[in-house]
């Protein structure tokens, strides 16, 4: 599950980490309340920047992220960052629709000649099993810009999950970093925060880019990327409600709703299996017939009418869809059951536009057989997957 910007640093915080400070605005008028309370807590100090709050990067080259150096300015960025389609290189073509934006202070002082950014994240290794630090001193870029044309300036830190972040570790990415005196020691308390919250948190992903040293040795995450492992959110309901649902797709928001596991895909042959194994072989055998999965949706143990009513619906919501093939292993699961779910759900849709292939295997798979056969309903019935691949080939006509 990604977090908004300003959700990423609230929660970076409350671990320790010096944030860039900032207060979220849906209108004009809320910007302005948020750049004053900034100017109070900074001293009078004036000059803001605007961030839209989207779930993508890039967002500065898209016109989304603005310096505000007075509230005229201020005003007039906030008016044509919210509400705007922003089109970053990580959006489609479409863009994104930017409902608030986040006021931050300035922390890059006027005249400050020795700031320096950083680019830190942390993340799991999954070969080594392992959490791993990656940074590099090329921060405020993309990092796979720097990976592809400086591979020598990305380092890594692997820390051990017993021990966790090690004090010399700590100090030896401060010193690859080139830091010294006062903010060699702020970084040092910088990065054992960071690692703390990542873990604290469960997430899968943390990205601070950049990471600021200002001009008097201060240690500053100026914009922050969290991702939570959403297979640990039980664990911490509080993050869970910070979800926003608008920043995803509407069909993968009303698949979850159902309790469906589904992703889109590009293709043209959507599939409905019970099973994720299951659902990697339906894919397999949809491209060796010749046409190309349109989605991956697993309806779980369970294929009552209404589940399959409902996968239904999401599935046709793609127009590339030419045909579905439904492929379903009974095994806790009766066959006969979801054959009957498949017919009860056809005929409450009163038709398909695109061409149903069904193969049940397993428990009562006989029965399931006679039951589609005898529905009187455009299905087509399969019992091998080679027999459900020429299914397909022939309803697309390959």
């Excluded at 150096?69 to 930017?98: F, R, Y």
Aim: a negative charge; aromatic letters at 6%; glycine letters at 10%.
């Amino acid at each position: 599950m990604n977090l908004h910007e300003y959700q990423s640093k609230e929660i970076l915080a409350k671990y320790g980490v010096n944030i860039q400070r900032g207060f979220i605005a849906n209108n004009v008028e809320e910007a302005v309340d948020a750049a004053n309370k900034l100017k109070e807590m900074t001293g009078g100090a004036e000059g803001w920047v605007v961030k839209a709050q989207v779930h993508a990067g890039g967002r500065g080259k898209g016109g989304g992220v603005k310096f505000s150096p007075n509230l005229d300015k201020l005003k007039e960025n906030a008016q044509s960052i919210i509400g705007m389609q922003l089109v970053t290189p990580q959006t489609s073509a479409e863009g994104k629709k930017v409902n608030f934006v986040l006021v931050a202070e300035d922390v890059y002082y006027p005249g400050a000649t020795e700031t320096k950014e950083f680019y830190v994240s942390i993340l799991l290794d999954r070969a080594l099993g392992k959490n791993t630090i990656v940074y590099s001193t090329e921060g405020g870029m993309d990092i796979e810009h720097v990976a592809e044309v400086t591979p020598h300036l990305i380092h890594k830190e692997v820390i051990d999950p017993a021990l966790g972040l090690q004090g010399f570790q700590a100090r030896k990415i401060a010193f690859k970093l080139g830091l010294e005196g006062n903010s060699f020691k702020e970084f040092t308390k910088f990065i054992a925060s960071l690692y703390n919250a990542y873990v604290g948190i469960d997430a899968s992903l943390f990205e601070i880019n950049p990471v600021l040293k200002t001009s008097d040795d201060k240690i500053i995450a100026v914009d922050a990327k969290v991702t939570l492992d959403g297979n640990a959110l039980f664990r911490h309901k509080d993050l869970e409600a910070l979800r926003d649902t608008r920043e995803e797709d509407p069909t993968d928001v009303e698949a979850g709703e159902a309790g469906l596991n589904f992703v889109k895909l590009d293709g043209d042959v959507a599939c409905m299996v019970n099973g994720a194994g299951l659902a990697m072989a339906t894919m397999d055998i949809i491209k060796l017939s010749g046409g190309n999965p349109a989605n991956f949706l697993d309806v779980g143990g369970t294929a009552d009418a209404e589940r399959v009513q409902k996968a239904f619906g999401i599935i046709l919501q793609d127009p590339n869809v030419k045909a579905i093939l439904i492929n379903i292993f009974g095994g806790i699961v009766r066959c006969d059951r979801v054959a009957q779910g498949v017919v009860d759900a056809y005929k409450a849709m009163g038709s398909l536009p695109v061409p149903l292939i069904v193969r049940l295997q397993g428990t009562n798979a006989v029965e399931a057989k006679e039951l589609i056969d005898h529905s009187g309903l455009p299905v087509h019935s399969a019992i091998t997957l080679e027999e459900a691949a020429n299914k397909v080939k022939e309803v697309l006509g390959n």
